[in-house]
T-cell receptor, first 111, second 110 residues
Framework: QQKVQQSPESLIVPEGGMASLNCTSS?????YFWWYRQHSGKSPKMLM?????GEKEEGRFTVHLNKASLHTSLHIRDSQPSDSALYLC???????????FGAGTRLKVIA | ETAVFQTPNYHVTQVGNEVSFNCKQT?????MYWYKQDSKKLLKIMFS???????VNETVPRRFSPQSSDKAHLNLRIKSVEPEDSAVYLC?????????FGPGTRLTVL
């Protein structure tokens, strides 16, 4: 069964620092990765997605994808206390309606 | 407003009772999902419908049954709740470009 592994489980970074989160799929058919952010007491909200090898940047957030290793990473620069949340990675593949989620990385940004 | 709506927000019930949760999306998506998120925040897919057709049916106890009247609505019924059913049930919709989640229904089984 396909698994999505996320690391680290939890991460503490100082305000203004860089947070780096990792995600790997065990399914060779995966070709889409999604990153979601879930604040405490709220539902997950899509942050970014990536389908092609390489890098994609949106504001303070950068996502990398290495399709050969099925590894994606999310980097948050100039981290803010409001970035403190659970970050979920999901993987899917073309023609499959199923999104498989990892267990998440809990990020805490301390002032 | 276009979004995913869920009712109720919370539900507290006794073991053995039947509960129903509702979900509606106004995003025009063809696919809807039910997820269960436990106390450790693990998000597990339960069911998925595409244009009223069941397309994903994970291994869940038979007391869970989804119902879809049209592509904008997906409900979840639990026939006889058990204590392990206590969780947040999240509804989501998708057009194939990621998923949009509703606010969730928190179920507590006493």
């Amino acid at each position: 069964q396909q698994k999505v592994q996320q690391s680290p489980e939890s991460l503490i970074v100082p305000e203004g620092g860089m947070a780096s989160l990792n995600c790997t799929s065990s399914d060779r058919n995966v070709d889409y990765f999604w990153w979601y952010r879930q604040h405490s007491g709220k539902s997950p909200k899509m942050l970014m997605s990536i389908f092609s090898n390489g890098e994609k940047e949106e504001g303070r957030f950068t996502v990398h994808l290495n399709k050969a290793s099925l590894h994606t990473s999310l980097h948050i620069r100039d981290s803010q206390p409001s970035d403190s949340a659970l970050y979920l990675c999901a993987a899917s593949h073309t023609g499959n309606y199923k999104y498989v989620f990892g267990a998440g990385t809990r990020l805490k940004v301390i002032a | 407003e276009t979004a995913v709506f869920q009712t109720p927000n919370y539900h507290v019930t006794q073991v053995g009772n039947e509960v129903s949760f509702n979900c509606k999306q106004t995003l025009g998506h063809d696919t809807m999902y039910w997820y269960k998120q436990d106390s450790k925040k693990l998000l597990k897919i339960m069911f998925s419908y595409n244009n009223k057709q069941l397309i994903v049916n994970e291994t869940v106890p038979r007391r869970f049954s989804p119902q879809s009247s049209d592509k904008a609505h997906l409900n979840l019924r639990i026939k006889s709740v058990e204590p392990e059913d206590s969780a947040v049930y999240l509804c989501a919709s998708s057009s194939g470009q990621g998923q949009y989640f509703g606010p969730g229904t928190r179920l507590t089984v006493l």
